[in-house]
């Protein structure tokens, strides 16, 4: 697993310890996300097995996991495919998010503290700080713990675990964008937007903000 990865599985899992099969799982996953294995692939479970460093058994269960999500596909007879990606699939996941991340927004406006408020920032600035130095993947890593962030405020399991799977289907769309420095700084300004409505206590804006953010996300896509 690479040092990146490995990073990127500790801080999700809250710095605790976690079973082989969940980083296997996450470590997985980030190579989805981020496209290291390309939508439409096929992929070798030896193949992969060899990359997360990680043995059969757990990335069998990630497999399934990850296909249950929507991120891969099982083919009966020819092996485990990458997800492919199609507007149609995007223009869906819009729709769902439209909903999903505005209730997100309204309970975090209720239930949001100042140490979170404060954490929400700093993640914003080292987002700033990736997009400068145009690291994509670094900068997705970030979004990615923006956005979970926001759902833990919101103090919802059920809805959290909802929008873990939207953003990971998400975040493979988003990954064709990034080469647009323009969007990158709209995102910026979008989570401004989000985390000052937030520290208003203004449900009404931040559920706007929402929507803002994610019409954003659909025409960075559709100008890809």
């Known amino acids: 697993m690479s040092d990146s990865v ?19 799982y996450l470590a997985f996953r980030h190579r989805l996300i981020t496209l290291r294995y ?31 999500e929507g991120l891969l596909q099982i083919i009966p007879r020819k092996g485990v495919m990458v997800a492919p990606l199609s507007i149609d699939d995007a223009l869906e996941l819009i729709e769902v998010r439209l909903v999903n991340e ?22 914003n600035q080292r ?6 130095a145009r690291d994509r993947e670094q900068m997705m890593l970030l979004d ?18 909802i929008l873990s799977i939207i953003h990971a289907q998400a975040q493979r769309f988003w990954a064709t964008t990034l080469s647009s420095a323009q969007h990158m700084q709209e995102v910026i300004a979008e989570h401004d937007a989000i985390i000052a409505a937030l520290a208003q ?8 903000a929402a929507r803002v953010h994610i019409y954003s996300f659909k025409q960075a896509l559709l100008n890809a």
């Open 6 to 24: 490995a990073e990127n599985v500790k801080s999700q899992a809250g710095q605790k310890s976690v079973s082989l099969n969940e980083q296997a």
């Open 38 to 68: 390309k939508p439409g692939e096929y992929l070798n479970t030896a193949q992969v097995m060899e990359d997360l460093a990680m043995g059969r058994t757990p990335v069998n269960q990630a497999v399934h996991r990850l296909a249950t």
């Open 102 to 123: 505005a209730l997100c927004l309204r309970l975090a406006t209720q239930r949001v503290n100042p140490a979170q408020i404060a954490q929400l920032q700093a993640l």
């Open 127 to 132: 987002i700033a700080a990736a997009s400068v």
């Open 144 to 161: 990615r713990e923006f956005h979970q962030v926001l759902a833990d405020i919101a103090g919802n399991g059920r809805l959290s675990d």
């Open 201 to 208: 206590g203004d449900v009404t804006r931040a559920e706007d």
